[in-house]
């Protein structure tokens, strides 16, 4: 029956947390925006996108306007966040052009 109480205990919390969430939307939307950038650093971008969705998800259920500007990478500048789309501003140099890339040519 160890698992009952477990299972219990999450429960718990996990419903004091939508109380918290339903009382508070911009505390969280801020809060998960920063741990965004803060797990965005960490990583070096690795996991940007992951992340990014992960606090789009959070905005939007929270009802707040997410216009978070996150980092693509920890060396790179801001990356901008427009219709749906993260696009990483990143400057163009010789070792990350490449024939593909239309912007490039």
Do not use: C
Request: glycine content about 6%.
């Amino acid at each position: 029956m160890p698992s009952l109480k477990r299972l219990t205990a999450i429960a718990g919390t996990a419903a004091a947390a939508r109380s918290y969430i339903r009382k508070n939307p911009e505390k969280v939307a801020k809060m998960a925006a920063s741990a965004g950038k803060f797990i965005d650093k960490r990583t070096k971008g690795k996991y940007h996108s992951q992340i990014d969705s992960a606090v789009r998800k959070v905005h939007s259920m929270t009802g707040t306007t997410g216009t978070t500007t996150t980092t693509a990478s920890a060396t790179s500048t801001p990356a901008t966040v427009t219709g749906g789309t993260t696009t990483p501003k990143v400057p163009a140099t010789p070792a990350n052009r490449t024939t593909a890339d239309p912007a490039t040519r």
